[in-house]
């Protein structure tokens, strides 16, 4: 199994029963923090459009909340094709096309007619984070299509609630950006006492079923 944009580890290390076999990501600081998780056999250091592996190396490939921060994504995703097998599975999830309307800020203000700094609001919270991409499942069925795969099955997930939860996130979690800054730990004690609160309000998000409509995206293609 390839992880393509594995970062420091730690979604690997909480979402699989083993260890998987590569993590590649092409930023120094995050692979350097990725051993601490022992979630993989070799860690490399490369860009997603230069996979140093061999054509058809990998049995299985997954890549999480990665893509949608690459602007130029057919190089990557033809690389992740090659050095699959063919009708090999490819794991992958983004946010999707109903991302922006669920954010709760620019929704208020185009609910009191205020349209402009709507858009605005959704074009600084993509540029904070990151993405370069919020696209349909047709979209990204044609984009893997063009990169020798074939979608088998995708789904909705995130309902608003969860969006807005993340959304609020972003700021309230500063004070532990800064402690990941300053002592190079992103939650100082943590202890059950210290999450509770957390797990409370964020549980029912995690436990929630699948909606009709979600502000991501997971999809499941294989290689052709």
Known sequence: TLDVGCGDGHFASVAFSRRLQVGVDPWRVSLREAPAYHAYDLLVQAAGARLPFADGHFASAVSNSVLEHIPDLDPVLAE??????????????????????????????????????????????????????CDSPAAWGERLARAGFRVERWWYYFSPGALRALEWGHYLGLPAALSKAVFGRWILAPARWNLSLTERLLRRYYDEPLPEKGAYLFVVARRN
Do not use: Q
């Open 80 to 133: 992740a094709a090659r050095v699959l097998r063919p009708d090999a599975p490819f794991y992958l999830c983004s946010p999707s096309d109903h991302f922006l309307e669920f954010l709760s800020i620019s929704g208020a203000a185009r609910k009191i007619g205020l349209p402009g700094p709507a858009r605005a609001y959704e074009t600084f919270f993509n540029r904070i984070s990151r993405h370069a991409h």
